[in-house]
């Protein structure tokens, strides 16, 4: 604790043990932020001590993150910058304030949470000292741009010894070949002198050729001198490309090496790892562990393929990319999906298929039925070595690119991986850390159902062995100065009884890369582009929305003058819709001005398979009863094929409505998404990735799921203001499709994304990026921590 702060205590003993002591009498072992705030400002109201709210102790107060507390003691977890954490012991009686390490503060912990028979000796895990000599980034604002930094640093140190660091490029170039085929170089090329007058000679050489004729017109004379195919499709791109090569070469800068990098022809094939859920392109989305990922997988290949094929064109090279999405086949998949059908042609690509895979019992069995995300971990295992089999057969070899999806695909792409020795990009979408309160140190708790025992031990061993990260958010990997990054939870945490993690992953780390994803164009476009609408839907629209009785709904909207305030999700406790009901049912005001539509689910409990949603569809009758809700709430339990969701957003937001995203927490919020990109004003929670999406006010705004009242008066607010002043709406509206075209398109995800393969690819050749002693570590890990774990989880299915 910084020496104001401890003089202060010391010189104020009456308020500060007065204060202390309160924190002792709420009877609880841990306190939140929120809590020891809300509660030091009560004790200065209630007792006359204001002065205390612009103390140095205040300040304290304002950025502890948490407390446990056990008599005589408090122990803090103070962060004040993100990423940076200090942790001090409060001794309550004496008022001695002291220092501890991370590892003394986890301890304390798992005895309030264990009692004092802890063993005395834990396993820690402390992936530190492999990283210690690791460059890593120093400030904040530069979290999640390593690449950047990475390409600053290393094309430093790498080219300090040009001659060194020109032998590798050598190298490099010289490893590329497609089916047998060389690219870039051939046998010709020996040496960096060799190389150097080969780029002279070839430059000499284009400079009398058209700058549009094509390799095929220059080839023999090219690979005469030691060039092969893949520098560029016509005279004038191959011409840049050499010039850039023969710039690195004399002067290396970082931009020129991401430029030539990204030129590079070495990604020819990708495999994206989706195992849990119902994978599928049809009649899936609802369905449980189902929703966001697969909608963003498969908008995401439609990109890749587009980026891969387009960059291979401009090379030279008529090479067809390939792209595999596996996932689990599942036998008894629910009539009217594909779940169960072992290869699938992605629609909109050319040539991209989801390839599916069982899951086998230790004897070899397939097994059936879905099996819940939380329960897959006992066949991740021997999935990855089937599908290893299976990757290579379909591709014709081992794919350039491996990116996992979510715990179990990122899992599965380390196995994967490590076995082809390839670049690993790791995509988490949502880490269930964070989801769930103190899930680390009630773990115990939590196993009959979540297994997070398994799940955070997969997660510390696929994060530390990925290549590279991509978030869609910086708050996902290093959160806000008031609340920590879903990746930053993972830098210590305790599972009591199990292990202690001390130092395990670090947000400064320049593997970590925001890039955004976006909403299918196609599908997801404004409003008012009327020569797109498909108004052949609206006939339908209008049924579902404002008829009668549905066999899949329930409530019909008495008043159909009043907009719609729209909301679709995944009927579950975190994208908490039935909080959203609450909230609406609550506030007169809301009712008033506006109806509430929701999707989400199933209607009826019976057709639910998941115990949590069928908890959530009780929940939701139940607040429909409670409320009398059933003339101003239309819940449709239905599943939307992506054209008529794109058109529904679309004809709410002719009816001059809006849409909420009310969920506790959002790893990035594609719904949020969708809707800005039809042009529909956007509610959101502010936990997660909308309150980068949103900038509120101007595209939308934020609100907190936790003050369901506030939320509600807000949302009663912007109708007001729309029906009393012209143009707000359409203000709104612009707002939000500006911050779309500029931020959120998935051109731009492509693009990156196939840029930051080719450069860790190339650091990971030229350089320890591999880290051997980390790989070893990460495997003892896994087998004699996750191995077992996994092998006692029984699958409830």
Same mark, same amino acid.
């Given at each position: 604790?910084?020496?104001?702060?401890?003089?202060?205590?010391?010189?104020?003993?009456?308020?500060?043990?007065?204060?202390?002591?309160?924190?002792?009498?709420?009877?609880?072992?841990?306190?939140?932020?929120?809590?020891?705030?809300?509660?030091?400002?009560?004790?200065?109201?209630?007792?006359?001590?204001?002065?205390?709210?612009?103390?140095?102790?205040?300040?304290?107060?304002?950025?502890?993150?948490?407390?446990?507390?056990?008599?005589?003691?408090?122990?803090?977890?103070?962060?004040?910058?993100?990423? +940076?954490?200090?942790?001090?012991?409060?001794?309550?009686?004496?008022?001695?304030?002291?220092?501890?390490?991370?590892?003394?503060?986890?301890?304390?912990?798992?005895?309030?949470?264990?009692?004092?028979?802890?063993?005395?000796?834990?396993?820690?895990?402390?992936?530190?000292?492999?990283?210690?000599?690791?460059?890593?980034?120093?400030?904040?604002?530069?979290?999640?741009?390593?690449?950047?930094?990475?390409?600053?640093?290393?094309?430093?140190?790498?080219?300090?010894?040009?001659?060194?660091?020109?032998?590798?490029?050598?190298?490099?170039?010289?490893?590329?070949?497609?089916?047998?085929?060389?690219?870039?170089?051939?046998?010709?090329?020996?040496?960096?002198?060799?190389?150097?007058?080969?780029?002279?000679?070839?430059?000499?050489?284009?400079?009398?050729?058209?700058?549009?004729?094509?390799?095929?017109?220059?080839?023999?004379?090219?690979?005469?001198?030691?060039?092969?195919?893949?520098?560029?499709?016509? @005279?004038?791109?191959?011409?840049?490309?050499?010039?850039?090569? $023969?710039?690195?070469?004399?002067?290396?800068?970082?931009?020129?090496?991401?430029?030539?990098?990204?030129?590079?022809?070495?990604?020819?094939?990708?495999?994206?790892?989706?195992?849990?859920?119902?994978?599928?392109?049809?009649?899936?989305?609802?369905?449980?562990?189902?929703?966001?990922?697969?909608?963003?997988?498969?908008?995401?290949?439609?990109?890749?393929?587009?980026?891969?094929?387009?960059?291979?064109?401009?090379?030279?090279?008529?090479?067809?990319?390939?792209?595999?999405?596996?996932?689990?086949?599942?036998?008894?998949?629910?009539?009217?999906?594909?779940?169960?059908?072992?290869?699938?042609?992605?629609?909109?690509?050319?040539?991209?298929?989801?390839?599916?895979?069982?899951?086998? %019992?230790?004897?070899?069995?397939?097994?059936?039925?879905?099996?819940?995300?939380?329960?897959?971990?006992?066949?991740?295992?021997?999935?990855?070595?089937?599908?290893?089999? %299976?990757?290579?057969?379909?591709?014709?070899?081992?794919?350039?690119?491996?990116?996992?999806?979510?715990?179990?695909?990122?899992? @599965?792409?380390?196995?994967?991986?490590?076995?082809?020795?390839?670049?690993?990009?790791?995509?988490?979408?949502?880490?269930?850390?964070?989801?769930?309160?103190?899930?680390?140190?009630?773990?115990?708790?939590?196993?009959?159902?979540?297994?997070?025992?398994?799940?955070?031990?997969?997660?510390?061993?696929?994060?530390?062995?990925?290549?590279?990260?991509?978030?869609?958010?910086?708050?996902?990997?290093?959160?806000?100065?008031?609340?920590?990054?879903?990746?930053?939870?993972?830098?210590?945490?305790?599972?009591?009884?199990?292990?202690?993690? @001390?130092?395990?992953?670090?947000? =400064?780390?320049?593997?970590?890369?925001?890039?955004?994803?976006?909403?299918?164009?196609?599908?997801?476009?404004?409003?008012?582009?009327?020569?797109?609408?498909?108004?052949?839907?609206?006939?339908?629209?209008?049924?579902?929305?404002?008829?009668?009785?549905?066999?899949?709904?329930?409530?019909?909207?008495?008043?159909?003058?009043?907009?719609?305030?729209?909301?679709? $999700?995944?009927?579950?406790?975190?994208?908490?819709?039935?909080?959203?009901?609450?909230?609406?049912?609550?506030?007169?005001?809301?009712?008033?001005?506006?109806?509430?539509? @929701?999707?989400?689910?199933?209607?009826?409990?019976?057709?639910?398979?998941?115990?949590?949603?069928?908890?959530?569809?009780?929940?939701?009758?139940?607040?429909?009863?409670?409320?009398?809700?059933?003339?101003?709430?239309?819940?449709?339990?239905?599943?939307?094929?992506?054209?008529?969701?794109?058109?529904?957003?679309?004809?709410?937001?002719?009816?001059?409505?809006?849409?909420?995203?009310?969920?506790?927490?959002?790893?990035?919020?594609?719904?949020?998404?969708?809707?800005?990109?039809?042009?529909?004003?956007?509610?959101?929670?502010?936990?997660?990735?909308?309150?980068?999406?949103?900038?509120?006010?101007?595209?939308? =705004?934020?609100?907190?799921?936790?003050?369901?009242?506030?939320?509600?008066?807000?949302?009663?607010?912007?109708?007001?203001?729309?029906?009393?002043?012209?143009?707000?709406?359409?203000?709104?509206?612009?707002?939000?499709?500006?911050?779309?075209?500029?931020?959120?398109?998935?051109?731009?995800?492509?693009?990156?994304?196939?840029?930051?393969?080719?450069?860790?690819? =190339?650091?990971?050749?030229?350089?320890?990026?591999?880290?051997?002693?980390? +790989?070893?570590?990460?495997?003892?890990?896994?087998?004699?921590?996750?191995?077992?774990?996994?092998?006692?989880?029984?699958?409830?299915?």
């Amino acid at each position: 604790m910084n020496d104001p702060a401890s003089q202060y205590l010391r010189a104020h003993r009456d308020a500060a043990y007065r204060l202390l002591r309160r924190y002792l009498g709420m009877g609880k072992p841990f306190l939140l932020r929120s809590e020891l705030w809300d509660t030091f400002v009560a004790f200065c109201e209630a007792e006359g001590e204001r002065a205390l709210l612009d103390s140095p102790l205040a300040e304290v107060i304002r950025v502890t993150q948490e407390a446990a507390v056990r008599r005589p003691w408090i122990y803090i977890a103070v962060r004040r910058y993100v990423a +940076r954490w200090r942790y001090y012991r409060i001794h309550t009686e004496t008022l001695e304030v002291g220092s501890v390490g991370v590892s003394e503060y986890l301890a304390f912990k798992e005895q309030l949470v264990d009692g004092e028979a802890g063993e005395e000796w834990v396993l820690e895990f402390d992936i530190g000292p492999f990283n210690r000599d690791f460059p890593k980034l120093r400030e904040a604002r530069s979290i999640g741009r390593g690449v950047e930094f990475l390409n600053r640093r290393l094309s430093s140190q790498l080219f300090q010894d040009l001659g060194r660091g020109a032998q590798q490029i050598l190298s490099f170039l010289r490893t590329h070949h497609h089916e047998g085929r060389p690219l870039m170089l051939n046998g010709r090329v020996h040496s960096v002198e060799e190389l150097r007058r080969c780029l002279r000679q070839a430059q000499d050489l284009l400079a009398r050729r058209p700058q549009e004729a094509t390799w095929e017109q220059v080839a023999r004379e090219l690979q005469a001198l030691g060039l092969e195919a893949g520098w560029g499709r016509t @005279v004038g791109r191959i011409r840049d490309t050499l010039e850039l090569l $023969a710039d690195i070469l004399e002067a290396p800068a970082p931009r020129q090496l991401e430029r030539f990098l990204g030129r590079i022809p070495m990604i020819f094939r990708v495999a994206i790892l989706s195992p849990h859920g119902y994978f599928g392109q049809d009649n899936v989305l609802g369905l449980p562990d189902t929703g966001g990922q697969v909608v963003y997988i498969l908008d995401q290949v439609r990109a890749l393929e587009k980026e891969m094929r387009q960059r291979l064109h401009e090379q030279g090279l008529d090479i067809e990319p390939q792209i595999l999405v596996v996932t689990r086949l599942i036998p008894e998949a629910p009539p009217g999906t594909t779940c169960d059908q072992r290869l699938e042609p992605i629609v909109g690509t050319r040539s991209a298929r989801i390839l599916r895979v069982p899951f086998r %019992e230790a004897d070899g069995e397939v097994v059936r039925p879905w099996i819940s995300r939380f329960e897959v971990w006992p066949y991740l295992e021997r999935f990855a070595r089937d599908v290893e089999k %299976e990757l290579l057969a379909e591709m014709g070899g081992r794919p350039d690119l491996v990116i996992g999806n979510y715990s179990d695909g990122n899992l @599965v792409a380390t196995l994967l991986a490590h076995r082809l020795g390839v670049t690993q990009c790791n995509i988490a979408h949502a880490l269930e850390k964070t989801k769930y309160l103190m899930s680390d140190l009630y773990w115990k708790d939590n196993e009959p159902h979540y297994h997070f025992a398994c799940q955070f031990t997969a997660d510390l061993i696929a994060m530390n062995a990925a290549d590279f990260i991509i978030t869609s958010t910086y708050q996902e990997i290093a959160g806000r100065e008031d609340s920590v990054g879903q990746y930053e939870s993972y830098a210590a945490f305790t599972m009591p009884g199990l292990y202690r993690v @001390v130092n395990g992953v670090d947000p =400064f780390d320049p593997k970590f890369n925001i890039v955004s994803p976006g909403a299918d164009a196609e599908i997801y476009f404004p409003y008012n582009q009327r020569e797109r609408r498909l108004t052949g839907l609206h006939g339908e629209l209008e049924a579902l929305v404002y008829g009668g009785p549905h066999p899949e709904g329930r409530g019909v909207l008495q008043d159909r003058e009043k907009p719609l305030l729209f909301t679709m $999700a995944r009927l579950d406790r975190i994208k908490n819709i039935t909080g959203l009901v609450a909230w609406y049912g609550a506030c007169e005001r809301l009712r008033r001005v506006a109806n509430l539509l @929701v999707v989400a689910g199933h209607v009826d409990p019976n057709r639910s398979t998941d115990e949590e949603e069928r908890d959530q569809i009780l929940r939701m009758h139940e607040l429909m009863d409670r409320h009398g809700l059933d003339g101003q709430v239309r819940w449709l339990g239905l599943r939307l094929e992506k054209n008529l969701s794109g058109e529904l957003y679309r004809f709410v937001a002719d009816r001059r409505g809006a849409f909420v995203q009310p969920a506790l927490f959002e790893a990035f919020g594609l719904t949020v998404i969708e809707a800005m990109s039809c042009g529909l004003p956007t509610f959101a929670t502010r936990y997660g990735g909308p309150l980068e999406i949103i900038e509120h006010g101007v595209s939308g =705004f934020h609100i907190d799921p936790n003050h369901g009242d506030q939320a509600a008066e807000l949302m009663a607010d912007f109708f007001e203001r729309c029906a009393r002043e012209p143009g707000y709406w359409e203000r709104l509206s612009e707002g939000a499709l500006e911050r779309i075209r500029t931020r959120y398109t998935w051109e731009l995800y492509a693009e990156r994304m196939m840029t930051l393969s080719r450069i860790y690819g =190339f650091w990971k050749y030229v350089t320890n990026l591999e880290r051997d002693e980390t +790989r070893r570590y990460l495997e003892m890990f896994y087998g004699l921590q996750l191995r077992p774990l996994a092998r006692q989880v029984r699958p409830s299915s």
